[in-house]
């Protein structure tokens, strides 16, 4: 019988002495020196003909290592092993399972490290758009969406390793580009939260921002995105000031502020011109100068306040022909002068991201901060 991995002795190669072990037990097996010399003897022509490229042969050999002694120090290492053929050879569904297997049925292999690092190595040629090949020689298509998966286990398996945050910061980028936003920010929003001090957590909160901004349709139409790309603008520049960013989170909060501001504008102007309400629209315009007060929209603002407060009456409209206007609502004085008040627009947590849906785009958002 064969020791386990408790032993955490680690498998090193060297071409001219071949598999030895550093950190552990001097002793390969427990049982016989025979059956030592015989694993070993394997692991080193396994080796010896994935040096020469022979990977049909290789992947034979360290395969009966695995199956004659699956107890030993070889097992695991003859996995990884393979897993590398298989990268090699661009079957890279094949070295994710004997990756897994790693994982699953030795817990303690004292190169778990390298074993994500191959994980990673793996997803990152998918992203790239290598082709995965059949049987080593078929070509298959380009699968990046496999990448995000393989990504995604990295997160799962290796949570605290250096690779997780980069793993979810591929999982963003490549859910960007396929037009899955919804994933994108999730794997962003877990980036900022689970990894705050990475040094990809700027990076993370200003793709955010970038990705609300990309959902804003326009000043017609809801402004949820809008509000959560100014949040999170706003996050990154107060957390990172010094950030080489800041001129491109500066760009895009104005530009959001101003699509909000425009928003609030065209409400009021809408109130007032269609709904005879100059209490609700005093409110909404109010809230364009609040927003952006230096905007076109916030002068339009100020511009439309002094007609409504000079007593004019808003022009009317072919349908106020057939139907009648609008009633004038009463509203109590008191109630008016809440109203009234001029207020920051509430915006969303920029930590809880809510969900979005593809829209048709209206306005386009300028290329040097939306990228």
Do not use: C
Not at 152 to 157: D, M, R
Not at 354 to 360: N, S
């Amino acid at each position: 019988m064969f020791f386990t991995l408790t032993a955490h002795a680690a498998l090193v190669w060297k071409q001219d002495t071949g598999w030895h072990s550093e950190g552990g037990l001097a002793q390969h097996v427990i049982g016989g020196e025979v059956e030592g010399r015989n694993a070993l003897e394997l692991m080193n022509n396994a080796r010896n003909l994935q040096e020469q490229k022979s990977y049909f042969q290789a992947l034979g050999v360290y395969d009966k290592v695995v199956e004659d002694y699956a107890n030993s120090i070889y097992a695991p290492e003859a996995l990884f092993q393979r897993a590398r053929i298989y990268t090699e050879r661009h079957q890279f569904e094949n070295a994710i399972e004997e990756l897994d297997k790693i994982v699953k049925l030795y817990p303690d292999y004292p190169g778990f490290n390298r074993v994500i690092g191959q994980k990673f190595e793996v997803a990152s040629q998918l992203m790239e758009g290598k082709r995965p090949y059949y049987w080593g020689f078929i070509p298959g298509f380009r699968d990046e969406v496999a990448a995000m998966d393989y990504f995604e286990g990295i997160v799962k398996s290796a949570p605290f390793s250096r690779y997780a945050p980069v793993a979810l910061m591929n999982v963003a980028l490549i859910a960007k580009s396929k037009g899955k936003t919804e994933e994108a920010i999730d794997a962003l929003d877990r980036l900022i939260t689970s990894y705050p001090k990475s040094i990809l957590a700027p990076d993370a909160y200003l793709n955010l921002a970038k990705t609300y901004a990309s959902l804003v349709d326009g000043a017609y139409y809801d402004q949820g995105s809008t509000t959560d790309a100014i949040g999170y603008f706003q996050d990154f520049l107060l957390l990172y000031p010094k950030d080489e960013n800041i001129s491109t989170a500066e760009e895009g909060l104005k530009h959001m502020r101003e699509t909000l501001s425009k928003s609030r504008f065209l409400v009021g102007e809408f109130y007032w011109q269609f709904r005879y309400n100059p209490v609700a629209a005093k409110v909404f315009l109010n809230d364009a100068i609040t927003v952006a007060p230096d905007s076109e929209s916030a002068k339009e603002a100020r511009a439309l306040l002094d007609r409504i407060e000079s007593g004019e009456t808003p022009p009317g409209t072919s349908v106020d022909w057939l139907f009648g206007k609008y009633e004038v609502p009463r509203v109590n004085p008191d109630a008016e002068q809440t109203l009234n008040k001029s207020k920051e627009p509430k915006v969303k947590d920029a930590k809880q991201p809510a969900p979005a849906t593809e829209p048709k785009k209206e306005e386009s958002v300028p290329p040097s901060w939306k990228s």
